[in-house]
């Protein structure tokens, strides 16, 4: 048994980075991984991974979504998988100057909501290798997709059709 | 239900960063000054408390309602703790009437020795501290609207974001003109709003409570708070909700609300209009505390709110109607863009400027009566979460 008095936690070498003293302020680093399903919403990324943009349709309204859900917020049923058109047109847009941090090395980038033909909701992408002062509502776009996926909402993207 | 009152306020000044102050004590800042306000306000006759805290991440704190309320020595009293997004105060404060408004405050604290069925004051708080906002959402589609209907897209004068006595409008972009009548945006540039510490504190009671402790309580007489899908683009293109002074003929055309307009807004507005009994808004208030965290939410919201038709709310701020002296003003202390947005605290900052207003005391919080709407009888608050997912929108009344 230790002796009183002999009891101690080891010291260590490592130290805090200290910015002030009067109030105390230091560095405290926050990383944290993240073991996240995409659910329901699953194939919507194996979509992408196959240069397909997938949508869903209400199994009893009809009603089609541009961006997928398993159920309908009309009438609460279930939805099915389609195919959506890798053409649409731009519903509205934004040129974003300042961003969250992920997308901050990117900016300025064009946001657009693309729609499509006989699809009640729309999508919202970013427009790749257009001029900003030249983006206009109902232009026609086309969907591109990264070769290598990274199972993220950014694998697809969309330029104006003359590019596409 | 019950009557509700307000009867004091309180605010912990908003401003970029507080590093010698955590959110426990600009909370207690804020709630001491509305309990100096009430001198016959105790702790002890304070029934419990709804906190008003946005998100874990800001200060990397969970439960934080938890905390202030320890700090401000409430505890064991009951405390919970409301979230949504920028209209979390909103909530809040609709949440607290809630509470008072059934009785709930009264009748079930008769078990406690020694505070019992006295307590019937439900105070509030809370504060937020905030990283930035990047409020880039599309809204070149509002002057595609607009212009659909026959309308423009109008300037929106940067002075009266430039004027509040707040002694510091939040940085450089606060007084930009944001709108433009000719181009092909409808909101450009879109400055981001810079974000603030803060906190709020508003205390309410029933009619009795409220008669005991002041001779200058505010009723709350409208409420209501709506929603709207998450996403805007799984936002409807359907008809528009017609309010009592309009009529479907106006809208005929107009899809509804698609990326342009805030359904969970109008909503709000049309059952708190009800509620209070307010036909016409733009003859029934006399002003607004509007959240304007970004500055085209601003023109949308006056449309949403019926005070002119959709398309047209420009010729709302043209017509100088907004304006500190104008037929109805709209933040006369300087809003979301003069005072910043620690969101939780902000739609509670704007129940105490706006319970000041309609107690006739701007002179007395503020040091100087510039900013006091003359007889001020009615008055609206408003408070937004992200993109108008969900809104609410509370009317306030001098007895």
């Known amino acids: 048994m230790a002796r009183r008095g002999r009891v101690k936690l080891p010291e260590t070498e490592t130290g805090t980075i200290l910015f002030n003293l009067d109030p105390i302020i230091i560095k405290d680093h926050y990383e944290i991984d993240y073991i996240h399903s995409y659910a329901q919403d699953s194939p919507f990324f194996e979509g992408l991974s196959k240069g397909e943009l997938k949508g869903s349709k209400c199994t009893n309204c009809n009603y089609t979504y541009a961006t997928p859900r398993g159920h309908c917020m009309n009438c609460g049923k279930p939805t099915q998988w389609f195919t959506l058109p890798n053409q649409g047109a731009i519903h509205t847009f934004t040129t974003c100057y300042f961003s969250g941090e992920v997308f901050l090395g990117e900016t300025p980038y064009t946001l657009i909501l693309a729609e499509f033909p006989g699809v009640d909701t729309l999508f919202m992408s970013r427009l790749i290798g257009a001029d900003p002062a030249e983006v206009r509502i109902g232009m026609n776009v086309q969907a591109k997709f990264l070769r290598n996926s990274k199972f993220r909402v950014t694998d697809v993207y969309f330029v104006t059709a003359q590019d596409g | ?399």
């Open chain 2, 1 to 399: 239900m019950r009557p509700v009152y307000m009867v004091s306020g309180g605010i912990a000044k908003f401003k970029k960063a507080y590093p010698d102050r955590d959110f426990r004590l600009l909370v207690k800042e804020a709630f001491d000054y509305a309990m100096s306000d009430v001198p016959e306000l105790t702790l002890e006759i304070i029934d419990g408390s709804v906190a008003s805290y946005f998100s874990d991440h800001f200060t990397r704190q969970l439960m934080a309602g938890a905390m202030a309320q320890d700090y401000l020595g409430l505890n064991p009293k009951p405390s919970r703790r409301v979230e949504g997004g920028g209209a979390t105060g909103g909530l809040c404060f609709q949440s607290a009437w809630e509470s008072v408004a059934s009785g709930r405050m009264e009748g079930q604290r008769v078990h406690r020795p020694g505070l019992g069925h006295q307590l019937r004051l439900l105070p509030r708080w809370l504060l937020l501290r905030l990283l930035r906002h990047d409020g880039a959402v599309p809204h070149a589609r509002v002057r595609n609207h607009r212009g659909a209907i026959g309308q423009n897209i109008h300037q929106k004068p940067p002075q009266r974001h430039s004027q509040p006595i707040r002694p510091e409008p939040h940085g450089p972009d606060s007084g930009r003109r944001a709108f433009l009548s000719n181009g092909s945006y409808a909101a450009h540039p879109a400055g981001h709003l810079t974000m603030s510490d803060g906190a709020a504190v508003c205390i309410l009671a029933s009619e009795e409570m409220a008669a005991r402790l002041t001779s200058n309580p505010v009723r709350i007489t409208g409420v209501d708070a709506d929603t709207d899908a998450m996403r805007m683009a799984d936002r409807p293109h359907a008809k528009v909700p017609i309010l009592p002074h309009e009529s479907e003929s106006d809208y005929t055309h107009l899809k509804y609300p698609g990326v342009h307009s805030f359904r969970a807004g109008r909503m709000a507005a049309a059952l708190a209009y009800k509620m209070a009994e307010v036909q016409n808004p733009l003859e029934d208030l006399d002003f607004v505390e509007l959240h304007d965290a970004y500055t085209s939410s601003e023109l949308q919201t006056y449309e949403d709110m019926g005070l002119y038709k959709y398309g047209e709310g420009g010729r709302f701020i043209e017509s100088g109607a907004s304006e500190l002296g104008g037929v109805l003003p709209v933040n006369p202390l300087g809003g979301l863009l003069a005072c910043g947005h620690p969101v939780g605290a902000t739609g509670l900052m704007q129940a105490v400027f706006a319970f000041w207003q309609l107690q006739c005391t701007i002179r007395k919080h503020m040091s100087d009566p510039f900013l006091q709407i003359p007889n001020a009888r009615r008055g609206l608050i408003h408070s937004h979460a992200g993109t108008g997912t969900d809104i609410t929108v509370s009317i306030m009344e001098r007895p």
